[in-house]
């Protein structure tokens, strides 16, 4: 039996990073607003103090954090002949729970897209020819433009404190910055961390290419903060527990350190824990969202009406969601058409791990936050021509050690045993002079007609629904240029002084197993053509105008960049919209 | 208050996860949700006898733990160190059961890309594996089982499951040789808290300060040793005389 509760004017589903911003900028715009949450409800005095989070094996190896794939789970294959099996427990990806979301757990790399990104399509096009693109390459143009996110990357990077040195000051390059970077409008709110050994090292080396350099930004702040919702934050510890772990110094930006505190004592809001959104309602004329339906841990369901639904959980929960509810047409890769689970796309990493002589380099890999990085932004994007190379696409690279947690992070050089003796005093001898970047060369994937998500016709969820079933392999594009990329990281390892450099290029096919990055794409992008994209400019579905989505899931292909930045200001650009305009006209914010 | 959650952590005992146990749906509006005692606290690896291993199943993981972690004068082997404790507790806990994971079927076998796709769980595969070890070396090494090698048979045997060119009837050995040296691997360096890392051993062996948080004055020390000694979830001995 279902328990229809009292309207609200807005539901948002899933209490992460977007969710927890729409919900701020609604709730100040006046509207009544009910967030519903899979996961726990997470504090960090008791989820994650700082007398015990720094537990490798519980939160690392064992994913205490993280959605249980028991909870819900994809399944998953490399080309559309095979049968895909379920992902029984995480590897390639970490799918995130709890309010909080994916913020709790971040390394906070906290990027801005280039400019051409956003304008993919067309800029490639026009730079190279159509020609230059592979056939079955289906990247498009977002419909939204660096200059209109610029005022949102930065109202969130001031909520977070975001720690970095600015490349571009109004169009004038920054010396020690990015200067790849488009044109922000004020400095970072919180100067750059202070740089480890090995980073510094990695910088001066860089350097002495003829690369520029310039620390990672990063939301482990330099400094204590306070934001602009009158939130304060502590200075970073360096405490090496950063990425799969929850900040028990209140020093990383999340939903928890820079929102919460005020959204959860407006009168006008309400959070529910523990409670998993099965369905979107919809009309019968199927053009209008009349709320949502959940079941509560004790399996009761409940009908939560609303005027607006707002989607914002993890990608391709997005998707299972659009799709089970049948909003927007289910993609079909073979008659290319349709747009719910088309232009899927996961990430290029890569990484080198470097051996130096322990007797004269101690790096002392155990200081470090997760986005304490010095990079490189050279081979982004399309700073570079890609002409003589024949691929397109690109990463940003660096030394970015995030911690020296031994269960991880004991390199040996290749050759040794992987047990006993050997490998024993290889350990030994290594761990204080080797270094692994946490994440090294971090590049783009982009989109192709045969990458995509749909329903899976045999795997059931715990309700016996389908599973997403995601089909991913990579492409020739991708792994040229991550051999490209790779090689050049390679070199500044060398000029570094290392003894031994081990390069690990990614190869295909893409492996489940294999932990890359937690940076799902696309699915349900925005556009300019509802024939190919599932939401409008605004993040608005084309179909349902009283449903925006939120999230990666709007991507219509992955950059090279970590994608917090990003799609944190879209969600911004996209409540903008709501409400100085969605607001007083409810209806399409775009005519097709 | 931490001081006393660390001595709790050090006996234990009373760490079982009463929070998530009792985790239900709620509302959360007005104010930050907060109540005394209601910390996550990690659960310890108590101590006693084997909790999931038979006492022969014990004495011949301790000897693989020696073997993939020998002792050394400056530290200790996988057995001292507590490794087969550690995988001991864990086989008895959720990581043996597989708990949280997607354990409905079918099961196909599929592509190495696609995961694992094992119906056992690592408790059911142990068990099996090390019956199978010691069936394998009554016939191939005259009646003798595994502990009885000596250890230059026992690392052949190794290095031929790690190979591939022993087989062992009922499971995939090589796969399951190189889950076991992960998990004793694991154990040698997780928090000693769990069982293994005895005296943090692992840690002082390659200069890990452990659960030390605050680094602000070293982030600027470059290429110079860290001094001080590692520090646990439960501190360390000298923290806590009257335990020690």
Known sequence: MTTRLPAKDAV???????GSILANELTDAGLDV????????????????????????????RHELFLRPAQTTFTFRNKMAQTALPIRNWGAFMPPNGVGGGGVHWNAETWRFLPTDFTLRSHLTQRYGAKFLPADMTIQDWGVTYDELEPHYDRFEYLCGTSGTAGNLKGRIQPGGNPFEGPRSRPYPTPAQQQPFSHTLFGKAAQGLGYKPFPQPSGNLSRAYVNPLGVRMGPCTYCGYCEWFGCANYSKASPQTTILPVLVRKPNFLARDLCEVTRINVDGSGGRATGVTYVDSSGQEFEQPAQLVILCAYTIFNLQLLLLSKIGTPYDPTSNRGVIGRNFTHQTISDVESFF????????????????GMCIDEFNGDNFDHGPHGFVGGGYMGQVQTNGRPIETTPVPPGTPKWGAKWKQAVRENYLSALKPGTGVHGSMYSYRDVYVDLDPTYKDRFGRPLARITLDFHENEIRQNR???????????????????????????????????????GAIMGTDPKTSALNRYLQSWDVPNLFVMGASAFPQNAGYNPTGTLAALAYWSADAIRTRYLKNPGPLVHA | MSHIRRREVLAGTALVLLRQAAAKAGVIAGELPWAPNTESLPTAARPGPWFFFTTAEGAAIEALADRIIPPDPETLGGKDAGCAVFLDRQLAGPYGHNEGHYNAGPFEKGVEQQGPQNPDTPAVTYRKALAALDEYCLHAHGGRSWVELSAQDQDELLHGLESGTVVLPGLDARKFFENLVRDIQQGFFADPIYGGNRDMCAWKMIGFPGAHYDYREWVGRHNERWPHPPV????????NPDRS
């Not at chain 1, 948002?12 to 977007?18: C, F």
């Not at chain 1, 967030?35 to 939160?59: C, H, K, M, V």
């Open chain 2, 232 to 239: 646990g979830i439960a501190g360390r001995p000298a923290w």
């Open chain 1, 34 to 61: 009910v967030a519903i949450e899979r996961g726990p409800w997470r504090n960090s005095a008791t989820d994650f103090a700082p007398n015990y989070a720094q537990d490798e094996l519980r939160y690392r190896i």
């Open chain 1, 484 to 522: 490209f990329l790779t090689d050049k990281f390679a070199q500044i390892f060398q000029a570094m002084g290392a003894k031994q450099v081990v390069k690990q290029y990614r190869l295909a096919p893409y492996d489940i197993n294999d932990y890359q990055t937690t940076h799902l794409c696309g």
């Open chain 1, 357 to 372: 002589d322990s007797s004269k380099f101690i790096f002392n890999p155990f200081i470090a936050s997760g986005a304490i």
């Open chain 1, 12 to 18: 948002i589903v899933g209490l992460g990073w977007t």
